[in-house]
């Protein structure tokens, strides 16, 4: 798995997929966030969402990935960048996407980022998961997650 955005939230993932026996990859634009990233038993790549040459090394290995911009409120995570990651994760090993579809980011901005993973499976019929829980519960939202992800993995 690689979590784009392993902040606060994506390390709680991390560690959850990491207990289910999964392998994990997380990334943070910071050098300092990479030692919170690996005590929660992934493996920290330093990588900008916004610039996606630096995420693609992370790839390597993968078998699905987890778009965590719910919180982050960057247009172009939501438009241009995601719509070229979905269409290069075609071309990849990688089998499917979760994309984070609630958070504090403006609703225009999710409900845009959902239209094109929605409109990514039904091109590229590749298994992607809309999570629309509430970050702020974080129980709920953890979960939520959890189950996307294995149902992107066949599980």
Known sequence: ???VGCGCRGRELAAALVAEGHAVRGTTRRPEAADAIEAAGAEAV???PDRLAT???ALEGVSAACWLMGSVAVPA???ERLETLLETLVDTPVRGLVYE???SVAGELLGKGAALASAAAERWRMPIEIVDRNPADRGAWLAGM???VGRVLGG
């Open 77 to 79: 995570l939501h438009g």
């Open 55 to 57: 995420l693609l090394p």
């Open 101 to 103: 579809g609630a958070g």
């Open 46 to 48: 330093v990588a900008d």
């Open 146 to 148: 959890t189950r996307a």
């Open 1 to 3: 798995m690689l979590i």
